[in-house]
């Protein structure tokens, strides 16, 4: 079965075998990262992140070179949980809510990454699309709508609308490609960059590590749904 839209044909053969229900866990689990504070004190979530982390490395999935700064890392969360999570919310604050970038890097807006066009008119593109999909930001969330948690949660609410059209050829084609849309339009567009900029700002070997995560699996998505 084959769409065609402004002369671009796709095709629902293309994306056979996706696993729309592993990307959707990740897009889940990073937007939540990004918008979520860790709580301190407390040893709860370094202990859940030790655990997907030692699942990982279980799997053989990752790249290589992080293996060891994982094992250590899940080694930390095992002997001492609540210290570890101190550190990872200090390490958060600083990556992600600096407001000055003599105190930290930039804070991850793709208005702030990009320079084809000025912040306003990205914003601006950023909401149109939101709109477009009857996706906006909720009551009570006070982020910019570029922030990497939006988008990275935006993306989520992409892939879960194409789960609930399984079995619907047209519709299930329509949200995967308005997922390939955002990827190219947006997230492909600074991302992979932003992540290398912070993660070389981290202080911690652990968020440093979730940060190149997060940019190899985007790079991924650019295969999986943008170049085959």
């Not at 897009?27 to 990004?34: H, Q, V």
Request: charged share 25%.
């Amino acid at each position: 079965m084959e769409l065609c839209e402004a002369g671009n044909p796709i095709s629902t053969d293309k994306y056979t075998g996706l696993d729309s229900e592993s990307r959707l866990a990740v897009y889940r689990f990073y937007a939540d990262l990004f918008l979520s504070p860790i709580p301190v004190p407390g040893t709860a979530f370094a202990e859940n992140l030790g655990s997907r982390v030692a699942a990982l490395l279980a799997s053989g999935e990752g790249e290589p070179s992080l293996r060891t700064q994982f094992e250590h890392f899940v080694a930390d969360c095992e002997n001492a949980p609540e210290a570890t999570q101190t550190e990872l919310a200090l390490d958060r604050s600083m990556l992600l809510r600096a407001t000055k970038q003599a105190k930290g890097p930039l804070p991850p807006r793709e208005g702030l990454y990009r320079f084809d066009r000025p912040e306003k008119e990205t914003i601006q593109h950023v909401n149109l699309f939101y709109a477009r999909f009857g996706s906006g930001l909720a009551e009570g969330v006070h982020e910019s709508p570029d922030y990497i948690g939006i988008e990275s949660a935006f993306m989520a609410e992409l892939i879960a609308a194409s789960l609930d059209a399984a079995g619907n050829a047209d519709e299930t084609v329509f949200w995967i490609k308005a997922q390939r849309d955002f990827l190219e339009r947006h997230m492909l567009v600074w991302v992979p960059d932003c992540c290398n900029m912070l993660a070389a700002r981290a202080n911690t070997d652990a968020f440093a590590g979730l940060l190149y995560l997060f940019r190899d699996f985007i790079e991924q998505e650019r295969f999986l749904l943008c170049e085959r």
